[in-house]
């Protein structure tokens, strides 16, 4: 869920004047999906079917129905004239994973294959996730898989200043924050935002 407010990025007190990391090009990031998504945007999906050689709604209609699912998600907001805030829950769009790892479909021998198009939300992993630059707890979790986080903690790694943390950070909830408005101009429809989509793809509740 995102916070209306989450404009003004909180740093954990570790990572306030900065951040140090560097990928460590082992795949951990793009594995074990059961704990979360790989949330995907308007400019996300044409960057891919770009990359992709994708054509005509045919073809995005191929391409969502092989690789990506219709997800829940939230944004909470709050109007100006407003005393109290409001959460509101629709669909977004994500990564179909693969596999009793549930590895990401690009992923090939621990490489990411559309690496020159991958999402917004790999791209910004991590300085750009708030969950993890706001909460050293969730990113000492995280780290428990990622060689990359573990040297992180250790100060090891490029190093990103505190403004360039806060860039990727309010990109991040200004593309969450866009989709929200755009899905309530639409009524919260999916379907409306992204015609292509087959209805079948809506998850089944057990």
């Known amino acids: 869920m995102t916070d209306s407010s989450s404009h003004n990025v909180q740093l954990t007190k570790k990572f306030e004047n900065g951040v140090y990391f560097t990928c460590e090009k082992c795949g951990s990031c793009c594995r074990g999906f059961k704990e979360g998504e790989v949330y995907l945007y308007q400019d996300d999906i044409k960057r891919?079917?770009?990359?992709?050689?994708?054509?005509?709604?045919?073809?995005?209609?191929?391409?969502?129905?092989?690789?990506?699912?219709?997800?829940?998600?939230?944004?909470?907001?709050?109007?100006?004239?407003?005393?109290?805030?409001?959460?509101?829950?629709?669909?977004?769009l994500g990564f179909k994973f693969a596999g009793e790892d549930e590895h990401c479909q690009f992923l090939k021998d621990s490489r990411c294959t559309i690496h020159e198009a991958r999402p917004f939300q790999c791209r910004a992993f991590p300085i750009g996730w708030n969950m993890l630059i706001n909460n050293i707890k969730n990113f000492k979790d995280y780290s428990k898989r990622c060689l990359a986080l573990q040297n992180s903690l250790e100060n090891k790694g490029k190093f990103y200043s505190r403004e360039e943390i806060i860039l990727w950070a309010t990109k991040e909830y200004e593309m969450e924050k866009e989709y929200f408005f755009e899905m309530r101009r639409n009524d919260f429809n999916i379907f409306n935002v992204y015609p292509f989509l087959s209805k079948d793809m809506l998850e089944k509740k057990p």
Not at 55 to 71: C, M, P
């Open 48 to 92: 891919l079917a770009e990359h992709l050689k994708v054509k005509g709604t045919s073809g995005l209609r191929d391409f969502a129905k092989k690789y990506l699912k219709v997800v829940n998600d939230s944004f909470f907001l709050k109007e100006p004239s407003a005393e109290r805030g409001k959460t509101y829950r629709f669909k977004s």
